[in-house]
């Protein structure tokens, strides 16, 4: 059992279903726009029809001011860290990683849904980026885009990308070719 | 001048300076989710301060459930062709189009802004994309990912790059690398 700070806002979207694998996605900073909440909101509620998911906050660090960037990525790297199970396999959206196609990212996950038990993880961190703590527990890196997208849009674009993903694999008409 | 049916909306956020470059941003479908109105609304917003720009959503086709998708985008295709000036430099949002990063595309508005005084067109599709007379109108294709977003969700993550492209060229605060 993981140690939730009470801090720390999670959404459960759907309980765990015996051993059925759940998608946690983690985002560093909270949603502060009404349109990206609202955003937001309709894509995980629309997930949660397709998979066990849970969506986490993990509040902004206060007075960065006087902090390096650094060490800002450290204390969100730590509370990041005390999020993920052992067992989970951790993929962090980043610059540095690999792109895929909506259809190929649907393949991907299929094949661990298939295959593995282990919870996936998906983060998405704050305007500076990761911690080399954090690269260090990761398992993959996923890149969106070789654009920078701001990263408050990037969990509302990631949201739909998931819900895409679930409706490739069902054969659901959401997704044109 | 050009013929623009009156059923066409158009929001001109600044208005023509001179000879001053103008870039207009043509999408296909009107905006349905009073999120993504908002989203696009604070970028396009923010971009009247930088440059002319202009915003123009072309209405849905309506009873297409008869048509074939060709059909709906000769359709769309007819709408489109009809905003765009001889002189124009058109760039279509097409998934076979250039990936480049948002310093790269910054770099690419100011390459035209100082060498040339036409209008720069952005166009994005509808669902099923453009018509192959949109596709020879076009002098170039820029693609945002290698994944599919939901075309209504594009206008604001490319409204957001357009914003973020101009605050690079200033030298402001806006964009991390």
Not at 6 to 23: C, L
Not at 82 to 109: C, F, N, Q, W, Y
Not at 131 to 160: C, D, P, W
């Amino acid at each position: 059992m993981l140690q939730i700070p009470s801090h720390i806002t999670i959404f459960v979207y759907a309980s765990d279903e015996g051993k059925r694998m759940k998608i946690k996605l983690i985002s560093v900073g909270k949603t502060d726009r009404e349109w990206l909440k609202d955003g937001l909101q309709l894509y995980l509620s629309r997930l949660k029809h397709y998979v066990p998911f849970e969506y986490t906050e993990i509040p902004d660090i206060r007075n960065t001011s006087s902090m390096s960037r650094d060490t800002v990525k450290a204390r969100e790297g730590e509370q990041i860290l005390r999020l993920i199970a052992p067992g989970d396999h951790v993929i962090l959206l980043d610059e540095h990683g690999k792109e895929m196609t909506s259809v190929g990212l649907a393949k991907r996950l299929e094949d661990r849904l298939v295959s593995f038990s282990s919870d996936i993880v998906f983060i998405i961190g704050g305007p500076y980026g990761f911690h080399e703590a954090v690269y260090g527990r990761s398992n993959e890196m996923l890149s969106l885009s070789k654009m920078t997208f701001s990263h408050q849009m990037v969990r509302v674009i990631f949201a739909e990308q998931l819900y895409r993903a679930f409706t490739i694999m069902k054969g659901e008409p959401y997704h044109h070719e």
